[in-house]
C-alpha cells in the first residue's frame, strides 16, 4: 500500500503532500521533513530506495519504504510499504509526471505551486485508498479534463449570470442611493431569497 | 453524456436565485485575495516570520468570512487553506466549510470540498457522521464524476463506522455499469476491508466477475482487492485458488498481445497489471504444489520473453523472479530466476543491483548454492559508492561465507572493513568475528584475522569482541599464544588510539610477557623489545591522555603481572604501581593500592598470585540469565574444574579466586570444588588486605573502612584482580559492561549503577543481620523523589538456603515498595540483592524498618527477625 505521495523542492518546501492515513498535522509535517531530511542528502549516484524503521509512519504496522525520484528541481517521493513493487513504484512516478507534463505542457515548480488542486485532481485519478487505480495516462487526462470542463461550464453560467447583474446593479448607481437613502449593506442582508 | 444533465444550469429557479445571491455579496463584500496572490505573498516573504505574518493574516481573513456565511469566495478561500494547510500550518478549522461545499449542488464546490474533506478532516466523530450522510447522498448520484469524488474520498478516510455505515452502497456500485465508477468502488471495498476485516463477507460475490473484465482499470483494481481478501483469511485464499487459470490467462495476454497503445509503456504492455498479478501468484502458489505447477509455464514465459532494456521490463523479471523463489516452483526455473538475479547483479542501474542483492537475501536460505556462484559480483557490490547496496552486500557476504571460501571472504571483508562508514564498522566487525570463529581453518589464521579485524574497525568495536578475542588467544596452544603477543605489540607501537587493540594487546603483553621477551622461535618485523622498552610503553599509555580508563586498567593489571615475568625492572613497576595509590580514578587508584601490598608486605606471594591464567572457554550465552545481576554460573565453564576439585594447592585455588575471576562460579555453583570454603577461609587474611571483601571475608573489619571506595560490592571485586574475565561475563550477561566498553570513559561507575546490588558511593550502609553466617546489609541511596535502599544478603555458611524470603515493613508515614529479588537460592558464598523504595509522606518522620527474613537451612525453616533504625542519622 502507498501510505503517502509527497512533493518538495530541493530546499525541502512541500509542493504535494497526500497520505492515505490519517495523520495529525504535526505528524504530517514531521513526515515531511524526515523524508526531505533524507533524501536530500542522498547523492544522484544512489539507489532510488530508502529502507526505513516503521517507527517512521508513527502508527504503521509494517516496514516503511521510501521510493523517489529527483526531477531537476523537485523530488517525487512515495512512501510504501513491502506490499509494493520498489521498481514499480518508480514506474508509477515516471507516469504520474508525465501525466503531469502533459496536462501542464511542460511542466515545472510554479505549475505544481499554483495549481495544488489540480495536482490533487491527478493524483486522486492515478492513486486511490492508498491503491493504484489508473496507470493509462490517456485515460487520467480525459478523466481530469472532463471534470474541468463541468467546472468550467458551471462558473461560466454563473459569473456570467451573475455580472450581468452586477452590471445591472451599478447601473442604478447604488453610491448614490447608500449616500442618500439608506445603509446598502444591511438592506441587501434582509434581501436574500 | 448524463453527467451534464445535472448541472445544465438552463434558467430552473434555483440558478437564478443562486446568481442574485453572489451578485448582492460580490457588491456587499470587498473581493477577498486571489489565491495567485496570495502564494505571491508567501513566495515573496523574505523570512519565516514575515510569511508566518501573511498567513496569519489571511487565516484570521478567512475564519472571518466562514462566520459571515458568506458563499461566494468560499471555494477560493479554501483553496487558500489548502496551500497554507500544505506549508504546515494548522487549518482544521476549514472542516465545516469543506462540509458546506459538498453539500452543495455544484459540481465546482463538491471537487474542492471534497479534497478539502481528504487533506484537513481529523478523526472527530462528529463531522464524520455529517460526512458519512454526505458520501451517502453523492454514492447515489446519478453523475459519474460526483460519485467518483465520493468514492475517492471515502477511500482515503473511511473510519470504521464509516465502512460499516457505507459498505452496502459500495457493493451496489462494484456492479454498477460504469467502468470508472466500478474500479473506485473496488478499491474502496479495498479500503474498507482494511479497516473492518469482518465486512469482507459482503463483498465475495462481487469480486469473482471482476477477473472477466476487458478494463484494465478494473482488472487492476480487482487483484489488489482479492490480493487484501486472500491476505485476510487462509480460507478466502483457499476459495481463490481456483482463480489461477484466469490470472495465468490474463497474463499470458498481456505478454502475447503484442504492442497496444493504449496500456503500452515503454514497450511493455501494462506492467502494472503484470506486477499486481504476478504478486498475487506468489500468494496463491506459495505451499501449493498444485497452483504452483500450474503456474510454472507462464512465469518460465514471462522470465524469457520480456524485454529488459529499460526498467518497466526489470520490474516484471524482478517480481517474476520473487513468485519463483516464494512457491513451489520447478527447480530449472529457479536457476533461471537466480540467473536473472545475476544479471541483475551486474546491470548499471544502481536500483536494478539493489533490487538484486535485495531478493537474493531473501532467497539465500533457499538455495545457497546458486547464490554462491555470483559471490565474486556481490563482493564487487561492496566497493559500490551506494551505501545502501554496500550495506545489502555485506549482509549477503555473510550469508555466504562457509568452510571452502572463508579465507578468500575474510580478506575481501578486512579490505571493506577498513574503508567502511563508522556505522557499519560494528556491525561488520561482529558479524567477522562470528564468522571467524565458525569457519576458521586454523587458529594461527584465526587469530591473525581477529588482529586485523581489531586494527581495522578501530574503536568501532563492540565490546564482546574484546572480550571473545581474549578468551579464544587464551585457549590457544601456547606457541601461538607468543606468535600473537609478538604481532600485537607490534600492532601497538604506532598509536595509542585504537582502545579494544590496546586492551588485547596489553591483556597478552601481561599474561604472556615471558614468551615475547625471552621465547624460542618467535618472529620479529621489529626489533625484539627489551624490558625496559615494554615497561616504558606501559609507562607511557598509563600516563596518556588518548588511553581511555579501562585499557589503563587493563595496564595496570598487566604490568602488575609483567613484574613476575621480567627478569629485572620489578623495582620500576613497583614505582609506577605505587604511584597510581593516589590516582584520581577510583578504579584505578584502588588496583594501585592493592597491588602495591604485593610489592611489600607480601611480596612472598607475588609470584604465584600472578600466575598465568588457565585457558578460559566460554559456552555462547542461552538466555536464561538469572535475576538483574546475576551472573549464570553454568555460562561459564572451568576447564581445568576436575584438577581444582582434586586438590589443588591453596595458592591455586586462592589464584582462582584472586585472579581469575572464577570466584564468581566458586560461590555461585555448588557443583565446583567442595573444599572451597576450607581453602577461603585460610587465605582469609590476604583477601581482607587486599580489601577485596569477596564472599567469605565480608565479616572482615576492613570492609568498614573502606567503605567510601565501594569495596562492598562484588563486581568490584571481580574487577580488581582482572578484567578480562570481567569482559568474558559481560558477554554473557550483557549487565557486567565494566570493563569491556571503550566508548565511556569511566565505565567503572556506570557498571555499579547497572548493578543493582552494589551500593553508589554516597550510600548509607547499615547492617541489619550478622547470624549464623548469614549478613544482611541495606544500602541506602537518596533519590529525587523517593529513597532507594538495596539488600544484599550474603550467605557465609557451607549450607545452601533455600527459600530464602525478605520481607519489611516501614511506619504508616512511609510507602514501600519493594521490587523482586535476585533470586531465593543462596548457594554458600552466594548473594541475594533486592530493592526497595522508599516514600516519604511526611517530612520530619524518621524511617525505621522492621525485617523479616526467613528461610531453609538443610530442610529446617529459620526465622529471623530484626529493627533498622539508623537510617535517619
Known amino acids: 500500500m502507498i501510505h503517502a505521495v509527497l512533493v518538495f523542492n530541493n530546499y525541502g518546501k512541500p509542493r504535494l503532500s497526500k497520505f492515505y492515513q490519517h495523520f495529525s498535522e504535526q505528524q504530517q509535517q514531521t513526515i515531511i521533513q524526515e523524508t526531505f531530511q533524507l533524501i536530500s542528502k542522498r547523492e544522484d549516484c544512489t539507489c532510488n530506495f530508502l529502507e526505513l524503521p516503521s517507527s517512521f509512519l508513527m502508527n504503521a504496522s509494517s516496514d516503511c519504504k521510501l521510493i523517489y525520484r529527483h526531477y531537476a528541481t523537485l523530488y517525487f517521493v512515495f512512501c510504501c510499504d513491502e506490499s509494493e513493487s520498489e521498481l514499480g513504484i518508480l514506474d508509477l512516478i515516471q507516469v504520474f509526471v508525465e501525466t503531469l507534463d502533459r496536462s501542464f505542457s511542460n511542466v515545472c515548480e510554479l505549475d505544481l505551486i499554483f495549481n495544488s488542486d489540480v495536482i490533487h485532481f491527478i493524483v486522486n485519478e492515478i492513486v486511490q485508498s492508498g491503491m493504484v487505480v489508473q496507470t493509462n495516462m490517456n485515460e487520467i487526462l480525459a478523466r481530469v479534463e472532463e471534470q474541468n470542463k463541468i467546472c468550467k461550464a458551471e462558473s461560466g453560467n454563473v459569473s456570467a449570470a451573475s455580472s450581468k447583474a452586477v452590471s445591472a446593479m451599478k447601473n442604478i448607481n447604488l453610491p448614490q442611493l447608500k449616500d442618500k437613502v439608506f445603509d446598502l449593506p444591511n438592506t441587501f442582508k434582509d434581501l436574500k431569497f | 453524456m448524463n453527467a451534464e444533465s445535472g448541472f445544465n444550469p438552463g434558467l430552473n429557479m434555483a440558478t437564478i436565485r443562486q446568481a442574485i445571491n453572489e451578485t448582492i455579496e460580490r457588491v456587499r463584500m470587498p473581493t477577498p485575495t486571489r489565491l495567485r496572490d496570495l502564494i505571491r505573498q508567501i513566495r515573496a516573504a523574505k523570512t519565516q ?617 566458586m560461590s555461585t555453583t555448588s557443583s565446583v570444588i567442595p573444599s572451597n570454603t576450607t581453602n577461603t577461609v585460610e587465605s582469609n587474611n590476604l583477601l581482607d588486605l587486599l580489601g577485596d571483601i569477596d564472599l567469605s571475608a565480608s565479616t572482615a573489619p576492613v570492609i568498614v573502612s573502606n567503605n567510601n571506595n565501594n569495596l562492598l560490592s562484588s563486581p568490584v571485586t571481580m574487577s580488581i584482580f582482572d578484567d578480562n574475565e570481567n569482559t568474558n561475563i559481560s558477554d554473557v550477561s550483557g549487565v557486567f559492561s565494566l570493563n569491556g566498553d571503550s566508548n565511556i570513559p569511566d565505565n567503572f561507575d556506570l557498571g555499579l549503577d547497572a548493578m543493582p546490588q552494589s551500593p553508589p558511593t554516597n550510600a548509607k550502609i547499615v547492617t541489619a543481620l550478622d547470624k549464623n553466617d548469614l549478613f544482611v546489609q541495606l544500602s541506602m541511596v537518596n533519590q529525587s523523589d523517593y529513597q532507594q535502599i538495596n539488600m544484599i544478603t550474603t550467605n557465609n555458611s557451607k549450607d545452601t538456603l533455600e527459600q530464602y524470603l525478605f520481607q519489611a515493613a516501614v511506619p504508616k508515614s512511609f510507602q514501600l515498595q519493594m521490587m523482586s529479588p535476585s533470586g531465593s537460592v543462596l548457594l554458600p558464598g552466594g548473594k541475594i540483592t533486592q530493592e526497595m523504595r522508599v516514600k516519604n509522606n511526611s517530612s520530619n518522620a524518621v524511617l525505621r524498618m522492621k525485617l523479616r527474613i526467613s528461610y531453609l537451612c538443610n530442610g529446617n525453616p529459620v526465622l529471623e527477625q530484626c529493627e533498622v533504625s539508623e537510617f535517619g542519622k
Not at chain 2, 462566520?67 to 487553506?81: F, P, Q, T
Open chain 2, 49 to 665: 516570520a514575515e510569511e508566518r505574518a501573511v498567513v496569519n493574516r489571511e487565516c484570521a481573513y478567512i475564519r472571518s468570512t466562514f462566520r459571515e456565511e458568506d458563499s461566494v469566495w468560499r471555494c477560493r478561500n479554501i483553496a487558500k487553506l489548502f496551500y497554507i494547510h500544505m506549508l504546515g500550518y494548522p487549518a482544521h478549522f476549514g472542516q465545516l466549510e469543506c462540509l458546506k461545499l459538498i453539500a452543495s449542488p455544484k459540481f465546482t464546490d463538491k471537487r474542492i470540498g471534497y479534497l478539502g474533506a481528504m487533506l484537513l478532516l481529523d478523526e472527530r466523530q462528529d463531522v464524520h457522521l455529517l460526512i458519512t450522510n454526505c458520501l451517502k447522498n453523492d454514492l447515489n448520484s446519478p453523475t459519474q464524476f460526483v460519485v467518483g469524488l465520493a468514492l475517492c474520498t471515502l477511500g482515503a478516510i473511511a473510519s470504521p463506522e464509516m465502512a460499516r455505515d457505507l459498505a452496502g452502497e459500495i457493493e451496489k456500485l462494484m456492479k454498477s455499469p460504469n467502468a470508472y465508477i466500478r474500479k473506485k468502488a473496488v478499491l474502496c471495498a479495498f479500503r474498507i476491508i482494511r479497516r473492518v476485516p469482518e465486512l469482507m463477507e459482503i463483498f465475495l460475490p462481487a469480486t469473482r466477475s471482476l477477473l472477466n473484465e476487458k478494463n484494465h482499470g478494473i482488472l487492476i483494481t480487482g487483484v489488489t482487492l482479492i490480493t487484501e481478501m486472500c491476505e485476510n483469511s487462509p480460507d478466502t485464499l483457499n476459495h481463490f485458488k481456483k482463480i489461477v487459470p484466469n490470472l495465468v490467462r490474463i497474463l499470458k495476454n498481456l505478454i502475447l498481445a503484442g504492442y497496444s497503445p493504449e496500456h503500452d509503456v515503454s514497450g511493455v504492455s501494462d506492467p502494472f497489471l503484470q506486477v499486481k498479478i504476478l504478486r498475487l501468484l506468489r500468494i496463491l502458489g506459495r505451499n501449493d504444489p498444485d497452483a504452483s505447477e500450474a503456474m510454472n509455464d507462464i512465469l518460465a514465459q514471462v522470465a524469457t520473453n520480456t524485454e529488459t532494456s529499460k526498467n518497466v521490463g526489470n520490474t516484471i523479471l524482478y517480481e517474476t523472479v520473487l513468485t519463483i523463489m516464494d512457491i513451489k516452483s520447478e527447480g530449472g526455473l529457479r536457476v533461471l530466476a537466480v540467473n536473472i538475479l545475476g544479471r541483475f547483479l551486474l546491470n548499471n542501474d544502481k536500483n536494478i543491483r539493489y533490487i538484486a542483492l535485495h531478493t537474493l537475501l531473501r532467497t539465500v536460505h533457499v538455495d545457497i548454492s546458486a547464490v554462491q556462484r555470483h559471490r565474486s559480483t556481490i563482493l564487487e557490490c561492496l566497493k559500490d559508492p551506494d551505501v545502501t547496496i554496500r550495506k545489502r552486500a555485506m549482509e549477503l557476504s555473510f550469508a555466504l561465507v562457509n568452510t571452502q571460501n572463508i579465507r578468500a571472504m575474510a580478506k575481501e571483508l578486512l579490505i571493506f572493513l577498513e574503508k567502511a562508514d563508522p556505522e557499519f564498522k560494528a556491525q561488520c566487525s561482529s558479524s567477522m568475528v562470528n564468522s571467524a570463529e565458525r569457519y576458521a581453518p586454523t587458529i594461527r589464521w584465526h587469530l591473525d584475522t581477529l588482529l586485523n579485524i581489531l586494527i581495522a574497525a578501530g574503536n568501532y568495536v563492540r565490546d564482546d569482541v574484546v572480550s571473545s578475542t581474549i578468551q579464544i588467544i587464551s585457549s590457544s596452544p601456547s606457541n601461538e599464544q607468543g606468535v600473537i603477543t609478538v604481532k600485537l605489540w607490534e600492532s601497538i607501537q604506532e598509536t595509542l588510539d585504537n582502545q579494544p587493540l590496546l586492551q588485547v594487546a596489553v591483556w597478552c603483553i601481561g599474561e604472556f610477557g615471558d614468551s615475547l621477551l625471552y621465547g624460542d622461535d618467535l618472529e620479529f618485523t621489529l626489533e625484539r623489545p627489551t624490558e625496559s622498552i615494554v615497561i616504558e610503553l606501559f609507562n607511557k599509555l598509563l600516563c596518556s591522555n588518548q588511553v581511555n580508563m579501562v585499557s589503563k586498567q587493563y595496564a595496570l593489571v598487566s604490568l602488575t603481572k609483567l613484574s613476575t615475568r621480567l627478569k629485572a625492572g620489578q623495582g620500576e613497576i613497583k614505582g609506577i604501581v605505587e604511584a597510581f595509590g593516589s590516582h584520581l580514578n577510583v578504579d584505578l587508584q584502588q588496583r594501585g593500592v592493592e597491588f602495591s601490598q604485593l610489592f611489600g608486605s607480601y611480596n612472598h606471594l607475588r609470584t604465584s598470585l600472578l600466575e598465568k591464567m588457565p585457558a578460559m572457554t566460554i559456552t555462547r550465552m542461552n538466555g536464561n540469565t538469572e535475576g538483574s545481576g546475576e551472573v549464570e554460573p553454568s555460562n561459564i565453564k572451568v576447564t581445568d574444574e576436575k584438577s581444582s576439585t582434586n586438590g589443588r594447592s591453596n595458592t591455586d585455588t586462592l589464584l582462582d579466586l584472586l585472579g581469575s575471576g572464577d570466584d564468581i562460579i
